[in-house]
Structures are given as C-alpha cells and as structure tokens.
C-alpha cells in the first residue's frame, strides 16, 4: 500500500495519529473466522469446515492477555482520514479472496 499526501498536509504525531485502511464490506472476527474455516476444507486442513470455540484457559493460550475484549468486541475502522488526508484508495476489495490467497501462501511455505 502506498499512500501519498498530495497537499503536504503536517501529519498528527498525537492520539490522532491513526490511520485505517478499509475496502469493502464491514466484517467481524467471526465472519474471518468463518472464511478461514472454509479455505482449510478446501484444502484438506479441516475437514468439517467449522469454526470451533475455546476455552478461556486454551484462548489464553494464543492470545495476549485482555486480547478477547479486542477481539470478541464490536470496534469499526474506517479509513476516512487515510482517504482525506492522505489520498489512500484501496487497490484490492475482495476480502474473502484476500483470505483465501494468503492461506494458500503460507501453507505452501509449510
């Protein structure tokens, strides 16, 4: 992703300093979840296609600690200030496609 600002704008370096990228649809962790779980039945890793759930104890296990507030909550970027300020457009929006092709990479590098 390369991004450019086109009228020099001083960029914040403070709590406004964020900037999101976002094509597309809106998704959530389970919906990712979801997507992922369909790719690895379509290529062997799990046969059911479905997402299973953990436990606190094995999610702490995988995750930084307070992670599931993160992940379990309903938080939305928006790249309105990348598209503003900056010029940013996204150059792909197929999300799922995304997922898929980024899956297929690294079980190849397996």
């Known amino acids: 992703m390369t991004a450019t600002n086109p009228a020099r704008v001083p ?5 406004d300093a964020y900037y999101f ?8 962790y389970g919906s990712v979840a979801q997507e992922i779980a369909k790719v690895f039945a379509q290529i ?3 046969d059911s296609g479905a ?4 436990d606190e104890d ?3 296990a995988y995750w930084r600690a307070g992670a599931r507030i993160a992940v379990g ?5 928006r790249a309105v200030k990348a ?3 900056l010029g940013w457009e996204p150059k792909h929006e197929d999300f799922n496609g995304y997922i898929f092709e ?3 990479r690294q079980h190849k590098e397996l």
């Open 11 to 15: 960029l914040p370096k403070n709590e």
């Open 21 to 28: 990228g976002q094509s597309g649809e809106d998704y959530t």
């Open 44 to 46: 062997g890793i799990n």
């Open 51 to 54: 997402v299973n759930s953990v």
């Open 58 to 60: 094995e999610e702490d």
């Open 73 to 77: 909550g309903n938080s939305r970027s």
């Open 83 to 85: 598209r503003e300020i």
């Open 102 to 104: 980024e899956i297929l």
